[in-house]
């Protein structure tokens, strides 16, 4: 007997040891935590004091605090809180066992791009964890502890507040939450609910507090209305309105309206005309216009892009879009802003481009997109079936998180493997879940009691 629970100890903690290294396999390989373009505009905003578009406070001040550690810190935290949301959710979906927990793990870290987040400096580590984080608040209410459910709740209102992007996904998941409460209040706790929804408004708190403190102004992070002016930009809808408008307004662009760049990217962040007419600064007024203006004059056009590229961000999934070697920008803010960093930023495979994703896409792509359509199928058929168990609930959560994240990305950023590949992995998680439900005797369905 003995024996017996030392064993039973014993591989209780082998994932606890074994995934979070293997969560920051990646990293340790590099010598540093991996970088991205975004990565120095966040870590910024502690010492310059303003804000700039898309570049969360929020996230800016969870780098300053790892600077000290070289990030590891950072990294630390983020392989331990997958650990956590992992285990969590198997809980409560009375699956948890030490040695599933193990190996769903390290599938998910050598199938998905999971790994590659929780690794890396960017807020696209939050979004997935949040997800399940918000699916277990709502509706797993009977399930935790009430300190599991006050961390669950900082957690998920910290990831609303490090990308707007992010914060809109969980908006709308509690939106859909209390339509769909209506009609299984046996599996959505009113209180559940309402916690959930409260992580909405303490991130949007938490953001304004931040970008206050920092910058002396108790504003939004700015930067929507340009994001969105360059998918339209690329979509051809601005040069046809600087091409029917420009005779009789005086706009700046209008001069260039012959030869705007092809894409988002090269108007906002190559060296286009955008640079000399002022940036963000110069050019927020004139591109808020034109994008107001475009949706009433050409809504259909709009619709039919709009639609285009929900679609196309659906099928944008591959790992490690932006995690190469030129990141000018984030090591400029490194070396200006934390010189301890250099060297051994320096000394990093990302920075001598030795990372290349083609043989790990071989892998990721296709368990990426199988895996949606398995949460999709899922759903399906409950629906047909009438069922409304936790697995198919949660599938629902994921298939609605990953549409969202498709709308929200691909209609106002234009569609990007990296927003894809943030999210995806919960699919995937999802579908292991559904399987081991499937073939194990395991059932753990009892009905929540409606607050």
Request: proline letters at 4%.
């Amino acid at each position: 007997m003995l024996d017996a629970r030392t064993a039973e100890t014993g591989s209780a903690w082998l994932p606890v040891l074994i995934i979070p290294l293997f969560l920051v396999a990646p990293a340790l390989w590099n010598g540093y935590p991996l970088l991205q373009w975004d990565t120095g505009g966040y870590l910024a905003r502690w010492y310059e004091g303003y804000l700039v578009p898309s570049r969360s406070t929020v996230f800016g001040l969870y780098l300053h605090f790892g600077e000290g550690s070289g990030f590891w810190i950072n990294l630390a935290f983020q392989a331990l809180a997958t650990l956590w949301i992992l285990q969590l959710t198997l809980r409560v979906l009375g699956l948890n066992q030490p040695l599933r927990l193990l190996w769903i793990g390290l599938l998910l870290i050598l199938a998905t791009a999971l790994p590659w987040l929780a690794s890396m400096l960017l807020t696209d580590f939050f979004a997935g964890p949040a997800v399940l984080a918000l699916f277990i608040l709502a509706t797993q209410a009977d399930r935790t502890s009430g300190l599991e459910k006050v961390a669950l709740f900082v957690f998920t209102a910290f990831a609303s507040a490090t990308h707007s992007a992010t914060l809109g996904v969980l908006f709308g998941l509690c939106c859909v939450g209390w339509i769909a409460r209506h009609f299984v209040r046996d599996r959505i706790s009113l209180s559940g609910l309402m916690q959930a929804s409260g992580t909405i408004i303490a991130g949007a708190a938490m953001l304004l507090a931040a970008n206050f403190a920092l910058s002396g102004q108790f504003a939004w992070t700015p930067g929507g209305v340009g994001v969105a002016f360059g998918r339209m930009l690329q979509d051809g809808i601005v040069t046809q309105y600087l091409r029917d408008h420009c005779p009789q307004q005086k706009l700046k662009l209008c001069p260039y309206r012959n030869e705007l760049p092809p894409t988002a990217d090269d108007f906002l962040w190559g060296k286009s005309m955008f640079n000399t007419l002022g940036r963000f600064e110069g050019m927020n007024d004139e591109m808020g216009f034109i994008v107001e203006h475009s949706l009433a004059e050409y809504p259909l056009w709009q619709a039919k892009a709009a639609a285009a590229a929900t679609v196309e961000q659906l099928m944008h999934v591959a790992t490690g879009e932006g995690t190469n070697g030129w990141l000018p920008h984030t090591y400029g803010i490194i070396e200006r802003y934390v010189p301890s960093q250099s060297k051994p930023m320096r000394a990093a495979h990302q920075q001598h481009w030795d990372i290349d994703f083609a043989l790990v896409n071989w892998l990721h792509v296709p368990v990426a997109l199988g895996s949606m359509l398995a949460v999709a199928a899922i759903v399906g058929h409950a629906i047909w079936r009438r069922r409304r168990d936790d697995v198919a609930l949660l599938a629902a959560t994921v298939t609605l998180a990953l549409f969202g994240n498709a709308l929200i990305c691909g209609v106002i950023s234009g569609p990007h493997d990296r927003y894809g590949a943030r999210l995806v992995w919960i699919a995937t998680f999802t579908a292991l879940i559904a399987a081991v439900r499937y073939f194990s005797t395991e059932k753990s369905d009892k009905p929540l009691r409606a607050a």
